[in-house]
């Protein structure tokens, strides 16, 4: 039971740090070039919240690039997961690194 916990906490805070990343890839992307300097707004990106996020923080928010593989089912019942799934890889694609 313990463990479960733990794991879903990890996977929560990953859903964050996706979530924070990709905030900040949706501001750079909406900067017009030509218009000068645009006050940028920076998330707090929560790395060191679980030990999955700070082992994946290079990955997520360093130096390298990343993909993303999102498995879906093509079953009617899994319909809401599968929806799930792709909204998630679709904020993924949003994180933009420096």
């Given amino acids: 039971f313990k463990e479960g916990v733990t794991i879903n906490k990890s ?3 990953l859903g964050r740090v996706i979530h924070a990343l990709s905030e900040q890839g949706e501001v750079d992307a909406q900067e017009e ?3 000068g300097p645009v006050k940028k ?5 929560g790395y060191r919240d679980s ?3 700070w082992l994946l923080k290079e990955n ?3 130096n390298s690039k990343t993909i993303m593989l999102a498995n879906i089912s093509p079953a009617s019942t899994n319909y809401e997961e599968s929806l799930n799934t792709l ?6 694609k949003y994180i933009k690194n420096e």
């Fill in 11 to 13: 996977l929560s805070t």
């Fill in 33 to 35: 070039p030509g218009e």
């Fill in 41 to 45: 707004r920076r998330h707090f990106v």
């Fill in 51 to 53: 030990v999955l996020t």
């Fill in 60 to 62: 997520l928010g360093g």
């Fill in 87 to 92: 909204r998630y890889a679709d904020r993924v």
